[in-house]
């Protein structure tokens, strides 16, 4: 059964009690009036299954909360771990300054893993950096100004990642996003020039 059925059922369940508990409570009262100890285990009685009832309930949904909470955290594990992959192999291009057909293939399987996990924009800025890098790889070889080209490239990628990881989380510091797109670029013409 769907958590939604059964938050539907334990709601219908307890206004079930309540309302059945409310006429039965006025007729047991009538009947045992004369004997106050028997109105005490009643009431009792529909203490606890409306209890039962809530804290069902309540723990099916916190179960529900918990639930989401772990998929979400795993899922930027597993975005976090791709785009750190993704990075440290073009650190590795840039490195060796060439660009050979293995490297063109193993971009094409990051395509299908981002395709997966990454946001529109990380797609959008991840495809505006395969056509710089197919423009500068054309020979095989990079040139520093082709390096610099990818270099800028992949700044403008690495901000939409940020953005897709911990979006939320600069959105309340008191930074602004235009000012770390800002200082994002600045260190990477920084380290250009």
Known sequence: MSIRISNLVYLFLTGVVAIGGYFFLRLAYRVTDTTPFTQEIVLI???????VLITALL??????????????VKFIELK???YLEFLAFIEELLTRGVINEGDLV?????SHKLAIIASPPVLEEYHAFLRVVDRTSSDRSLTEDEGDDIQRALARLTLEIRADLVG?????????IAQIREQIIENTDQMID
């Not at 009685?45 to 209890?51: N, P, Q, R, S, W």
């Open 45 to 51: 009685i529909l203490g606890v299954v409306a209890t």
């Open 59 to 72: 723990l099916n949904k916190q179960t529900e909360v918990e639930l989401r909470k772990e998929q979400s």
């Open 80 to 82: 976090s771990e791709v």
């Open 168 to 176: 939320e989380v600069d959105a309340q510091q008191p930074w602004t």
């Open 106 to 110: 193993r971009m094409q399987f990051f």
